[in-house]
Structure formats: C-alpha cells, structure tokens
C-alpha cells in the first residue's frame, strides 16, 4: 500500500502548511513533521522550505512532486480498478475548470454524474486556462476544462466554439444598428479580465487595433456588466459567459466573428481510472446535448 508519507508530502503542496495539512488528513501537526523528517531522510535531501506565509517545495521537492503524484495517481487508479470490479462504482475525480464553465455547465453535470455514481467523489477547482493544463499535466488533476490552444502533451478534446461579444452600455448603438465596426470602436475604452487578455480575447482587441493603454481590468464577469454598465466602456465576453451574469447593457456580434474553443484536458495516464473515464464520457455527454449543432467531435493531442 501507499506509504502515509506520500499523502502528508500532497496535502502539505495544496495546502501549504503543515498544520492544514494536518487538518485534511486528521492527524496532528507533529505527526506530519514527523513524516516528512522520514520522507526527507529517506530521500536524502530536504523538501520543503519554511518561511513566514508557510512552505513552499525545494528545488528537488519540485523535481519529484510529478514522481510523487504519479505514485499516488497510481495508487488511486488501483483502488478505484478494484472496485469497479467489484462492482462498487467508487473512487474519486479531480476536475478543474474555469469560471464561467463552474457556473453553467458543472452543476448540471455534477447533478447527474452524483446521481449515477453517489459513491464517486468529487473534488473540484477553479483556475485560469493556464493553470489547469499545468495540473492535469502534473497530474494534480485528473482533468479540466480549458480552452485551446493548450501548449501542455496532454490529450485535447475539443468540444464547442464560444462566440466572442462586444457588451455596451444601452445608450450604445453601431452605426448599422447590428454589429460593432471598427468604427463604432474609434476612442473606445475596454473593460476585460487580466487572464483573458490572451489567445482569442486579444486576436479581437487586436483586429479592431485597441492599443492596450484603452484596455483596462476587472476581477470577473458580472464586475465588467456593471462597470460597463456605469458608462466606464465596453467590455468582450463569450456567450457561455452571458448566461449565468446580469446587467442592463447590450450586447452585440462583432462584425468579424471570434471563438473561443472550449476543450477538455486529459492525462493520458489519469483517464484510465474508471472515475475519471465516466467523467470524461458525462461531460462529451452533457456538452453533446446541451450543444447538438455546435459541438466538435475531433478529439487530437496537443
């Protein structure tokens, strides 16, 4: 079985203290001390630095965190095997996403797959595009949701194109009444998250010649409705974000299109687990309903 210090060595990455990584795992901070003193004399070099915010890996604690965790990945896959044969339908997912797909797709999905499988857990995070490719990479998640490109070796399922809209205050109108020109864009000042001034977000903003001293930022979706509506500027979202965030603003196409595709995230070695396989196949499930003309159905590796 799976030595205890491997489990201390995770808790203590995600949570960053000993002493809340003593609390996930109900024992008591002298016994995780303990367990890393051993891990580390085994090992024969330290893992962990301590300072004033808490601790942080060593150089070579972060050279074997992705051995550690394909260890403990590893351990898990072999429970949850188990227990599929046995026909238990037990075991865990680690899914990440970011936050409009936290908003409008998850709970339905989650809704379902707790129905199918009440034995199966799930843990769920939130995190920019970026950061969830590096966690399914690392194998600290077992999948996410993300948006291409995907620069991470990670299998890439590609599931909908997201339009991209220009959100106005109401008082707001294009010339042709219909979409937003380059024109309707003269003097115009933007309001958008910092993390989605990038890949298709940026390819807009860049079209239209937006120089990036009219670009400022917000915390999330429903901040940039509301400075937006406030007259502060004009604000770009996709239309997933749309669905689940208010304001009293318009929203128009662009006279050009831009997408962003949405995509799912796979470890190769973490879709092996019977869990994360059926989370795999309730997602493609869920995005193939709720998106039947829209979906892409290509999946390739990146």
């Known amino acids: 079985m799976l030595p205890f210090a491997y489990r201390v060595f995770q808790a203590i990455v995600q949570e960053h203290t000993f002493y809340r990584a003593a609390q996930t795992l109900s024992v008591t901070p ?81 809704r379902r797959f707790k129905q199918d499988y009440p034995d199966i857990q799930i843990n769920l995070e939130q995190a920019g595009f970026a950061d969830i490719a590096a966690a399914v990479k690392s194998g600290r998640l077992d999948l996410g949701l993300s948006a291409l490109p995907v620069s991470e070796k990670l299998t890439v399922l590609p599931l909908v194109k997201d339009e991209i809209y220009c959100i106005t205050p109401t008082d707001f109108i294009p010339a042709n009444r219909t979409t937003v020109t380059a024109a309707d864009l003269v003097d115009q000042n933007f309001i958008l998250q910092r993390g989605d001034y990038d890949k298709d977000t940026k390819a807009a903003l ?37 669905q689940k965030v208010t304001g009293n603003v318009h929203v128009y196409p662009f ?34 309903t709720a998106y039947p003309d829209q979906v892409l159905r290509h999946p390739h590796v990146g």
């Open 30 to 110: 002298s016994a995780i001390s303990h367990s890393v003193n051993q891990l580390e004399k085994e090992l024969g070099f330290p893992l962990f630095i301590r300072n004033r915010a808490g601790v942080e890996l060593t150089p070579d604690g972060k050279t074997v965190l992705p051995l550690i965790q394909g260890v403990i990945n590893a351990e898990d896959r072999l429970e949850q095997a188990a227990a599929n044969i046995n026909g238990l339908n037990a075991g865990s997912v680690r899914l990440g996403a970011f936050s409009s797909v936290c908003i409008s797709w998850l709970p339905p999905i989650i």
């Open 206 to 242: 860049d079209h239209y010649q937006i120089r990036p001293n009219a670009i400022r930022f917000s915390i999330d979706d429903q901040s940039i409705l509301a400075m937006v509506d406030a007259g502060m500027g004009l604000g770009i979202l996709p239309e997933l974000a749309l």
């Open 255 to 288: 006279d050009t299109q831009f997408y962003r595709t949405i995509c799912l995230v796979v470890n190769a070695e973490q879709a092996k687990a019977p869990s994360t396989a059926k989370m795999i196949r309730a997602i493609t499930e869920y995005v193939t």
